[in-house]
Nanobody, 123 residues
Framework: QVQLVESGGGLVQAGGSLRLSCAAS????????TGWFRQAPGKEREFVAV????????IYADSVKGRFTISRDSPKNTVYLQMNSLKPEDTALYYC????????????????WGQGTQVTVSS
């Protein structure tokens, strides 16, 4: 069993930055891919970014490529999402999740999810 807790969300102006954290307990991240997803009001949840358990491979959604960076600190069992140049359309509830696959951008391949952290970007 893996428990995931997200933090770092908040209210920021367009062009600003936030760093989200995803802390794991119960089992280590060491053999799991960890991804970030987001869900805006009235929309389906969508993939944002994922990092392999080895941290050698990352995938980003086109909408965040060049602005967001995913990283992991394995000794701390924590994965981060650095978000720069934020836009109002980035406003959403952000979730982290773990997958038994080496890496995947498919929500169906993730089996443990956090409760989410709210990110609101004002224009």
């Amino acid at each position: 069993q893996v428990q995931l807790v997200e933090s770092g969300g908040g209210l920021v102006q367009a062009g600003g930055s936030l760093r989200l954290s995803c802390a794991a307990s119960g089992r280590t991240f060491s053999r799991y891919a960890t991804g970030w997803f987001r869900q805006a009001p009235g929309k389906e949840r969508e993939f944002v970014a994922v990092i392999s358990w080895s941290a050698l491979t990352t995938i980003y959604a086109d909408s965040v490529k060049g602005r967001f960076t995913i990283s992991r600190d394995s000794p701390k069992n924590t994965v981060y999402l650095q978000m720069n140049s934020l836009k109002p359309e980035d406003t959403a509830l952000y979730y982290c999740a773990t997958s038994d696959y080496y890496i995947s951008d498919s929500e169906a391949k993730y089996n443990y999810w956090g409760q989410g952290t709210q990110v609101t970007v004002s224009s």
